[in-house]
Nanobody
């Protein structure tokens, strides 16, 4: 059974940093793109960052460019999201996801497996 487990969320002051991790189990995902999405209360789930299977191609939402970094360790079947210079508007539930293919994409319906989410709250 495929399982994605996110960790690293929490409460942080504006300007602070958090590092999210997503450990995948049940199968090997090294051949597939992965991504982080977020959903704020009352909002839609939207892509924050995505990374291709080889890790050298990434995409970011304009709102997080220069502040967030996505990376992966295929040997550990894990994807990370380093979040720096956090803002109150970054407050959301963050989800990791595994794509249907190997190319990094920011399109929700291109992702097949989803984690349960981890809450990130940024206070002003």
């Amino acid at each position: 059974q495929v399982q994605l487990v996110e960790s690293g969320g929490g409460l942080v002051q504006a300007g602070g940093s958090l590092r999210l991790s997503c450990a995948a189990s049940g199968r090997t995902f090294s051949a597939y793109a992965m991504a982080w999405f977020r959903q704020a209360p009352g909002g839609e789930r939207a892509a924050v960052a995505s990374i291709a299977w080889h890790g050298t191609s990434t995409n970011y939402a304009d709102s997080v460019k220069g502040r967030f970094t996505i990376s992966r360790d295929n040997a550990k079947n894990t994807v990370y999201l380093q979040m720096n210079s956090l803002k109150p508007e970054d407050t959301a539930v963050y989800y990791c996801a595994v794509a249907r293919g190997s190319v990094a994409t920011m399109v929700n319906n291109q992702y097949r497996y989803w984690g349960q989410g981890t809450q990130v709250t940024v206070s002003s």
